[in-house]
């Protein structure tokens, strides 16, 4: 997993090498190539009817995106990207693993229980902003969807003073998808991440479908 993140990490700035000579462009066109960074409040929801909300839980991602703009006044584009992003959850639903089935319970009576993934994610945008060519500081409102592929979880709870580790549990959703919305004034924006997909696959507790998703919000910036 180090190793695809250093990989990330080199081809973020390569690229942003040559985002910077797309960016100056004569004339009226030009491109937003930008590294971007976000923190998020995390929480989970459509969680079985009997788990309570989550604890504090955060989100944490970093990338670069590809502008590719569509009008030759280049305030609406397209944009691709690719990035690394890390979840951190305190939940209430508890998850073990025995010989390759996950199985689910209530966490209320536990000391502990955390859930960590890390992810490669895969941002695609449709973006309008009121820049220009010479115009750095701008309202934007970027809305899109967030493609993920899971590169390693961990469920960890304490119970009876033992603590239990499953790591790459065999009912995780590998690939993951949701909607974005970001939208603010120069680097400062609010950014919204909804989970289109669950984060389990073929999950059940007490006869229920287990149907978690993500939904994320905080700030992204923007760095050209």
Known sequence: MKNAIYLIFILFFSANLFAQKDSLQLG??????????????AQLFNQPETISRSGFSYAFSIGFIKDITLNKKGNVSFALGVGYGFDFFN?????????????FGDASSLTSNLFKSHNLEVPLELRWRTSTANKYSFWRVYGGVKLLYNLSNKFEFEENSTVFNYNNVNSYNQFQYGL????????FNINVFYSLSPIFENATFNGEDVNSGILKFGLIFYIL
Not at 180 to 187: K, V
């Open 180 to 187: 974005t919305l970001s939208a603010g004034f120069d680097e």
């Open 28 to 41: 009226d066109r030009y491109a937003e190539d930008q590294l971007y960074t976000s923190i998020s409040y």
């Open 91 to 103: 939940h209430n639903l508890k998850v073990e693993e025995f010989n390759n089935v996950t199985s």
